[in-house]
């Protein structure tokens, strides 16, 4: 259990969050949401010590062990993947280093041998003989293949290194875990065994995401960053979002509802006051106006982003796009050979590859970047289409016309 009581942490004069009381609870999965700079990574660093509060304190249940998933990816380049997976736990990785030190030694001395004795105890205790294959099968789930495995971390590309990374936080089943975006880089296919992996964890997780789906396929419990403080909702991303939302209309209907009834009673003042046979009434108004508690709501700093298209010249008829045979072919690798599909109107289109290449070298070709393919494509005579690059950083605010 991770107990967390009056915690606060200002920068200077800034207030990230206070008076934070929470309890994190095994079997659950707590998804961490607020809008950007609200405050999540550096919560999930005051939990695993990486930063110190400004007050209060975070105390764990005695010998539960916790796992962060790394941010670096360069920080294991000069080990192998293998290696890198079993440093996720510390503990046990320690006392291989001290064993394998020990036994390299040329004067091997009684006191050696006795310390040797017990590191080889506590490495039985904590399954260490299962280590190496434990790791082995994390890394192989997770789409690192065997021959990658004695390989070192700096020789895979950074989709691979993102899977090795998860895979040490993964590794030797940690009592809690700590998850900042992890789907972040992932792939999909990644992404969907993460969220059955999590799904049947029993641990407490932790994790920070700005993907709805999985937050909704992982969570147990939503934590809201907002207005410097932070609530916790039992229930899905969906559910809090929902609730939330409900719960604002309630109170701004309430307001709606209390404001109207101000503006009768002031009415009703204005109207008697100066009059003498009503003037008492109009007393009676002025106390139940005083009494009238308007609720302020306070402006969120969360913003909801949205994609907001041009209205567009003029209305596209039925066909959009045509594609017949395309093909593209990349220093003798094939990325794709013969697609065909039409494009209709109202058609909302997923392209899927595990690699991204491919995809990119789709679009590529599609917006008119890459004149080096096989196959034709024709677009509707009525449409302007518009593309954004992923690379879009000269492409400034608006969607890029592609004629
Ligand atoms: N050491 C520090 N000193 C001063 N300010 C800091 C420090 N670390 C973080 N901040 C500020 O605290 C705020 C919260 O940062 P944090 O990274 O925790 O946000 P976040 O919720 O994880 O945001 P994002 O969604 O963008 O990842 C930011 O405004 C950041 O600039
Ligand atoms: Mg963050």
Same mark, same amino acid.
């Given at each position: 259990?991770?107990?967390?009581?009056?915690?606060?942490?200002?920068?200077?004069?800034?207030?990230?969050?206070?008076?934070?009381?929470?309890?994190?609870? $095994?079997?659950?999965?707590?998804?961490?949401?607020?809008?950007?700079?609200?405050?999540?990574?550096?919560?999930?660093?005051?939990?695993?010590?990486?930063? &110190?509060?400004?007050?209060?304190?975070?105390?764990?249940?005695?010998?539960?062990?916790?796992?962060?998933?790394?941010?670096?990816?360069?920080?294991? &380049?000069?080990?192998?993947?293998?290696?890198?997976?079993?440093?996720?736990?510390?503990?046990?990785?320690?006392?291989?280093?001290?064993?394998?030190?020990?036994?390299?030694?040329?004067?091997?001395?009684?006191? &050696?041998?006795?310390?040797?004795?017990?590191?080889?105890?506590?490495?039985?205790?904590?399954?260490?003989?299962?280590?190496?294959?434990?790791?082995?099968?994390?890394?192989?789930?997770?789409?690192?293949?065997?021959?990658?495995?004695?390989?070192?971390?700096?020789?895979?590309?950074?989709?691979?290194?993102?899977?090795?990374?998860?895979?040490?936080?993964?590794?030797?089943?940690?009592?809690?875990?700590?998850?900042?975006? $992890?789907?972040?880089?992932?792939?999909?296919?990644?992404?969907?065994?993460?969220?059955?992996?999590?799904?049947?964890?029993?641990?407490?997780?932790?994790?920070?995401?700005?993907?709805?789906?999985?937050?909704?396929?992982?969570?147990?419990?939503?934590? &809201?960053?907002?207005?410097?403080?932070?609530?916790?909702?039992?229930?899905?991303?969906?559910?809090?979002?929902?609730?939330?939302?409900?719960?604002?209309?309630?109170?701004?209907?309430?307001?709606?509802?209390?404001?109207?009834?101000?503006?009768?009673?002031?009415?009703?003042?204005?109207?008697?006051?100066?009059?003498?046979?009503?003037?008492?009434?109009?007393?009676?108004?002025?106390?139940?106006?005083?009494?009238?508690?308007?609720?302020?709501?306070?402006?969120?700093?969360?913003?909801?982003?949205?994609?907001?298209?041009?209205?567009?010249?003029?209305?596209?008829?039925?066909?959009?796009?045509?594609?017949?045979?395309?093909?593209?072919?990349?220093?003798?690798?094939?990325?794709?050979?013969?697609?065909?599909?039409?494009?209709?109107?109202?058609?909302?289109?997923?392209?899927?590859?595990?690699?991204?290449?491919?995809?990119?070298?789709?679009?590529?070709?599609?917006?008119?970047?890459?004149?080096?393919?096989?196959?034709?494509?024709?677009?509707?005579?009525?449409?302007?289409?518009?593309?954004?690059?992923?690379?879009?950083?000269?492409?400034?605010?608006?969607?890029?016309?592609?004629?």
């Amino acid at each position: 259990m991770i107990n967390i009581s009056n915690l606060s942490l200002r920068f200077g004069k800034r207030i990230l969050f206070e008076d934070v009381n929470l309890k994190f609870t $095994p079997g659950n999965c707590y998804g961490i949401i607020g809008a950007n700079g609200a405050g999540k990574s550096t919560f999930l660093k005051i939990i695993s010590g990486e930063v &110190d509060p400004s007050t209060g304190s975070v105390a764990f249940t005695p010998g539960e062990r916790m796992s962060v998933l790394s941010q670096d990816h360069y920080a294991f &380049d000069e080990f192998s993947v293998l290696e890198t997976v079993m440093m996720g736990n510390q503990d046990l990785y320690k006392i291989m280093k001290e064993k394998d030190a020990i036994y390299m030694k040329e004067d091997f001395s009684d006191a &050696d041998g006795e310390r040797a004795g017990e590191l080889e105890s506590l490495f039985a205790e904590m399954d260490g003989w299962n280590a190496e294959s434990n790791a082995a099968t994390l890394l192989s789930n997770l789409g690192i293949r065997e021959e990658q495995h004695t390989k070192l971390v700096q020789e895979l590309d950074g989709n691979e290194k993102v899977r090795v990374l998860l895979a040490q936080a993964l590794f030797g089943k940690p009592d809690i875990l700590i998850l900042d975006e $992890p789907t972040n880089d992932l792939d999909i296919k990644t992404i969907a065994w993460l969220e059955d992996f999590l799904a049947s964890y029993e641990a407490i997780v932790l994790v920070v995401s700005h993907d709805r789906h999985f937050l909704d396929a992982v969570c147990t419990h939503i934590v &809201d960053i907002d207005f410097s403080k932070m609530t916790i909702y039992t229930g899905n991303y969906t559910f809090w979002y929902e609730s939330s939302q409900l719960a604002l209309k309630q109170r701004s209907d309430q307001n709606k509802k209390m404001e109207d009834k101000v503006k009768e009673l002031q009415e009703f003042i204005r109207r008697f006051s100066a009059n003498a046979s009503k003037s008492k009434q109009a007393t009676s108004r002025k106390k139940a106006l005083d009494k009238i508690n308007i609720d302020e709501i306070k402006p969120s700093n969360r913003k909801y982003p949205a994609i907001m298209f041009n209205q567009m010249d003029r209305e596209p008829g039925d066909q959009i796009l045509q594609v017949e045979g395309l093909s593209k072919t990349v220093d003798g690798q094939v990325f794709f050979k013969d697609i065909s599909f039409m494009v209709n109107k109202g058609d909302k289109i997923a392209i899927l590859a595990e690699n991204n290449l491919v995809t990119s070298a789709f679009y590529d070709i599609l917006s008119g970047r890459d004149q080096d393919y096989k196959g034709e494509f024709k677009w509707g005579v009525t449409i302007t289409p518009a593309d954004m690059p992923i690379d879009n950083a000269d492409s400034s605010k608006a969607a890029r016309k592609i004629w």
